[in-house]
Nanobody, 124 residues
Framework: QVQLVESGGGLVQAGGSLRLACAAS????????MGWFRQAPGKVREFVAA???????TKYADSVKGRFTISKDSTITVNLQMHTLKPEDTAVYYC??????????????????WGQGTQVTVSS
C-alpha cells in the first residue's frame, strides 16, 4: 500500500516563501501523476497544482499562477515551491497521486492516493 507523506508546512509572513515536499513510501508503482490540493477552514478542498507522470505537463490554479511551482524529483516524489505567499493561501495542503493518469489533472476524483496534509499559515 502506497503512503504519501507531506513535509515543509509552517508559519510564514505574507510575502514569504515555503517549499512543500511529498514522498511516497511503501509498495510503489513505476510512476504517478501528482497534484497538490488545499483546504481552508470552512471551505471545500480546492486544486492548487498538478504535474504529469513525465514531469513535464503542469497545471495551476489561477490564484497561484506565477507564485507557485510544482516539480518532480523522481517518479514518485513531488515538491511545491511557494513564493509571495498571501494570507488567503492559509490552508492544509494535501499531496495526491494518480496511478492511472498520465498528464496533470485538476480533478480530485482522478487521484487514488492522498497524504495526511500539512498546515501552511500565512500571517498578515
Amino acid at each position: 500500500q502506497v503512503q504519501l507523506v507531506e513535509s515543509g508546512g509552517g508559519l510564514v509572513q505574507a510575502g514569504g516563501s515555503l517549499r512543500l515536499a511529498c514522498a511516497a513510501s511503501g509498495r510503489t508503482f513505476t510512476s504517478y501523476a501528482m497534484g497538490w490540493f488545499r483546504q481552508a477552514p470552512g471551505k471545500v478542498r480546492e486544486f492548487v497544482a498538478a504535474i504529469g507522470r513525465n514531469g513535464i505537463s503542469t497545471k495551476y490554479a489561477d490564484s497561484v499562477k506565477g507564485r507557485f511551482t510544482i516539480s518532480k524529483d523522481s517518479t514518485i516524489t513531488v515538491n511545491l515551491q511557494m513564493h509571495t505567499l498571501k494570507p488567503e493561501d492559509t490552508a492544509v495542503y494535501y499531496c495526491a497521486a494518480s496511478s492511472t493518469r498520465v498528464f496533470a489533472s485538476t480533478s480530485p476524483n482522478e487521484y487514488d492516493r492522498w497524504g495526511q496534509g500539512t498546515q501552511v499559515t500565512v500571517s498578515s
